[in-house]
């Protein structure tokens, strides 16, 4: 498709490239190209499954296109608004395959818990399975919170956008969760054989 003037999708901001897509094919793939490995890390570490995350990141941007003429920018970014979209399709997935969500964090928490989280939730020689255990039975929105943080490496006003809760609300329910995986942690070294087959300890806080 044939455009009027010439547009600089590179240096176009997110906003411009949503209004440009609704009848500019080459808008909207800029915008796929700017958040298409993003999302399909989200999804991905929502599934633990590279075929099912390849699809559900397909549907994503299939629905967003579809969806491209209702998306106004009225203090939600393009970018949390896809976001919000992997949320919806990835917890209708779970729901369908009747699977607990479970998240893939080998690789997060070798690479950034360990390092980034403080001192007082992951020490030197704690048990890691004990940790990818404990995030395991986190409920959904507090393993979202963290993939968000820590995958994503987004700020909290960022994740709060997607969340849909305020910057503080974000910061109260990171602090809730660090302790929670600091409790339960604590119990599991205390206490390794009974923590194996307790599966509600992080729940229920």
Sequence with gaps: MTTPFT???????????ARWARDDAEAFGELYRRYVKKIYNYVFYRTNNHHDA????????????????????????????????AHNLVANWH??????????????????????????????????????????RLPEDRQQLLI?????RLPNAKIGE???????????????TLLALREELAHYHHNPDKAETDDTSVQRE
């Design 7 to 17: 547009r600089d999708y590179g240096q176009a901001d997110d906003a411009q490239l």
């Design 95 to 136: 729901r369908d395959n009747s699977r607990r969500q479970i998240v893939s964090l080998d690789e997060y928490i070798g690479n950034t818990l360990r390092s980034e989280a403080p001192e007082h939730v992951v020490e030197a020689g704690q048990d890691r399975e004990a940790l990818l255990e404990a995030i395991r």
């Design 54 to 85: 390849e699809d559900l990141t397909a549907r994503v941007f299939y629905r967003a296109l579809a969806h491209i003429d209702s998306y106004t920018d009225r203090g939600v970014p393009f970018s949390a608004w896809l976001y919000r979209i």
């Design 162 to 176: 997607i969340m849909n809760r305020t910057e503080g609300a974000v910061k109260s329910l990171y602090h809730r």
């Design 148 to 152: 968000l943080k820590y995958i994503e």
